[in-house]
């Protein structure tokens, strides 16, 4: 048994890391800068626009640690700007990590479908399952932060 534990363990381990890297990468193509540009114009409260950003940033990286990468060192200066506390921005962002990372094209998602010797098509629903309640609890926590900035 732990024979196959390691190198599975070293796969994931792998796998996680590659993609924080590659959101960094992703941060610092001249592509990203301008969609981030265009993602902070989004009309309507700060919060709400980083709730957006942070989503579509996370659905194109594939992953919520890349999008971290990715959208945390591009977004804190224009939303600082824009009088959004950095607590309040860096629980969005996490709660938006958790959103489409769960796209079947998610390294975590491949290797758990591996390593359960199950085909995605007949795991994916319960996966789904997670990316609308993620997306759920990251609405409600923005729409908290919104209404009672002293929680962050």
Same mark, same amino acid.
């Given at each position: 048994?732990?024979?196959?534990?390691?190198?599975?363990?070293?796969?994931?381990?792998?796998?996680?890391?590659?993609?924080?890297?590659?959101?960094?990468?992703?941060?610092?193509?001249?592509?990203?800068?301008?969609?981030?540009?265009?993602?902070? #114009?989004? /009309?309507?409260?700060?919060?709400?626009?980083? *709730?957006? =950003?942070?989503?579509?940033?996370? +659905?194109? !990286? @594939?992953?919520?640690?890349?999008?971290?990468?990715?959208?945390?060192?591009?977004? #804190?200066? /224009?939303?600082?700007?824009?009088?959004?506390? *950095?607590? =309040?921005?860096?629980?969005?962002? +996490?709660? !938006? @990590?958790?959103?489409?990372?769960?796209?079947?094209?998610?390294?975590?998602?491949?290797?758990?479908?591996?390593?359960?010797?199950?085909?995605?098509?007949?795991?994916?629903?319960?996966?789904?399952?997670?990316?609308?309640?993620?997306?759920?609890?990251?609405?409600?926590?923005?729409?908290?932060?919104?209404?009672?900035?002293?929680?962050?």
């Amino acid at each position: 048994m732990l024979e196959t534990s390691i190198p599975q363990a070293a796969f994931l381990v792998l796998a996680s890391s590659s993609l924080a890297g590659f959101g960094g990468v992703v941060g610092r193509t001249e592509t990203f800068g301008q969609l981030s540009t265009s993602l902070s #114009s989004i /009309p309507g409260p700060p919060l709400l626009m980083a *709730m957006f =950003a942070f989503m579509i940033i996370t +659905a194109i !990286c @594939g992953s919520g640690p890349a999008a971290l990468g990715a959208g945390l060192p591009i977004f #804190s200066g /224009p939303f600082a700007a824009m009088g959004v506390h *950095m607590s =309040a921005l860096h629980r969005v962002a +996490a709660f !938006c @990590g958790t959103t489409f990372d769960t796209l079947p094209t998610n390294a975590g998602f491949i290797a758990a479908t591996g390593l359960a010797k199950l085909p995605a098509k007949e795991t994916y629903k319960f996966v789904g399952v997670c990316t609308v309640m993620n997306t759920t609890a990251t609405i409600v926590v923005t729409l908290l932060l919104i209404l009672f900035p002293g929680l962050a």
